[in-house]
């Protein structure tokens, strides 16, 4: 009893410290001030799959405003058939980039039209070259950024947003002005969602800056949220196949417990009942 007791009380204790370090430890780590929205996603939840719309729109956005900055280097071409597309039309898609073939006899780089198996090319050639037309930031690789980055609310720590929603807070909550008394550095703009509130990218969406191939309206936020659905397809394709995957290891967990529980009360059965066994 007098054991229990004292257990219970360390790990009392230990939760304390660990909640009260915990809350230390993150604020020091950038706790914004800000609560942003948590989106419905259609990929979430246990049997969540990708709306493929969505995807589409996303890889469009991508390619028409962010990958002039931000590069997606673990993502080939050919992984676009999980989009939906035909392999005749990722082959097409490949074919709009060029690439770098060696020199003609001229000592002039030749260029040869993209492949499928391909990688989306980087904007820039250099981490350097990309710092400078950057104001000394750089753009991150999108390959991982869909499942990276977290806002941690300071005041409600349950409202803390991850993954897809940190991305649609970023193209979202930029201010035109910087709250008062808030001093910005040169080059910097005011970001709710950003660890710092200071961000070095100028807001990269307005209303109607795409048009869509789909002719869905391509608002601010429909292009923030299709973005973002491509952005965290990228960081795991195979989120679906992994999903499935559970569901079928689940299904078996259960038929095996079931057979187990009879195969138990069988074996013992004999015993139970007092039965001489030899
Ligand atoms: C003109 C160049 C440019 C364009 C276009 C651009 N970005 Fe950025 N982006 C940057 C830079 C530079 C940073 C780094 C900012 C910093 O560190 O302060 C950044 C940072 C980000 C971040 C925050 C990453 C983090 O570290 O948490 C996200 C998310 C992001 N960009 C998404 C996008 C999306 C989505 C698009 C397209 C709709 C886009 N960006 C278009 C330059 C750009």
Not at 70 to 94: C, I, P, Q
Not at 173 to 198: D, I, K, L
Request: aromatic share 12%.
């Amino acid at each position: 009893m007098l054991y229990t007791i004292k257990k219970i009380g360390l790990m009392a204790v230990t939760a304390t410290v660990m909640v009260v370090g915990g809350t230390a430890v993150s604020a020091a780590a950038g706790d914004s001030a800000y609560d942003l929205k948590k989106n419905e996603w259609p990929h979430a939840g246990p049997f969540g799959t990708f709306d493929k719309a969505a995807l589409q729109r996303g890889l469009q956005v991508y390619k028409e405003v962010c990958s002039s900055c931000h590069s997606l280097k673990m993502v080939a071409f050919r992984n676009l058939t999980d989009l939906g597309y035909s392999v005749d039309e990722v082959k097409a898609f490949a074919a709009e980039y060029e690439f770098p073939a060696g020199l003609d006899d001229e000592g002039e780089v030749k260029y040869r039209k993209g492949l499928p198996q391909d990688y989306f090319p980087s904007p820039f050639g250099s981490e350097e070259e990309a710092r400078e037309s950057n104001n000394g930031a750089l753009p991150p690789d999108f390959s991982l950024l869909g499942k990276s980055r977290e806002h941690l609310s300071m005041f409600t720590p349950w409202n803390s947003i991850y993954g897809e929603d940190y991305i649609v807070g970023i193209l979202t909550t930029y201010h035109e002005e910087a709250p008062h008394g808030v001093e910005m550095a040169e080059g910097m703009y005011f970001n709710e969602a950003f660890s710092g509130n200071q961000i070095a990218m100028a807001p990269p969406l307005f209303d109607e800056l795409v048009e869509y191939a789909d002719g869905t309206e391509a608002t601010k936020e429909q292009m923030a949220k299709d973005v973002a659905t491509f952005m965290y397809w990228a960081a795991e394709p195979k989120m679906e196949e992994r999903k499935k995957m559970g569901l079928k290891v689940i299904i078996y967990m259960t038929l095996l417990t079931i057979l187990l529980y009879f195969v138990n009360k069988r074996v013992w059965k004999r015993v139970k009942k007092g039965e001489d066994l030899v």
